[in-house]
């Protein structure tokens, strides 16, 4: 989004400010508009807030004669990526949940049983998404350290590392959510 320089911009970069600023003012509305088709009203200046973010780390690449229509696609696109994000946020909680016990001993058995699987659950809740990401993996989904670096595009060792240390932050997670009598702090 090359602006054309004035005494009022003098370097690049406040040329780049004041064109980025034009389209911000210009495009606003329908970005907005569009987003309000779309998600919840309590999500909508977080979707916009997004769009504008990423079209000015790639303001370079902003076509100036249809930056609306444009502008107008990476919302579609924003809007996407954080319904996908929340479908995997649902899933790893649904597949945690598959793996609900159901101990076939005496009921003090199944209710500890149940109360342990709780704090666990609860503890999973208090953990970076990355850490739950990586521990879902490797837990209910039953992924080698390969699969899972397949899968996160990273290497094994880097899967081993942040394994060890999301399963250490659990451990600590739990212990705490299990003082607290299953309450998150």
Known sequence: M???RNEFTSTPQAADSVAFT???RLHLGSVRAYASTSVAAADIDDVVSEVFALAWQRREDVPLDWARGWLVGVTRNVIRTRRRSARRAASYIDRFDEHR????AGPDDAQLATERFDTLEAAMRTLRPADQEILMLAGPYEMSNGDIAAALDTSENNVGVRLHRAR???RSAFDGVAASGGEVA
């Open 22 to 24: 034009e389209m911000y």
């Open 168 to 170: 250490q932050r659990l």
């Open 2 to 4: 090359a602006a054309a």
């Open 101 to 104: 016990p159901t101990p076939a």
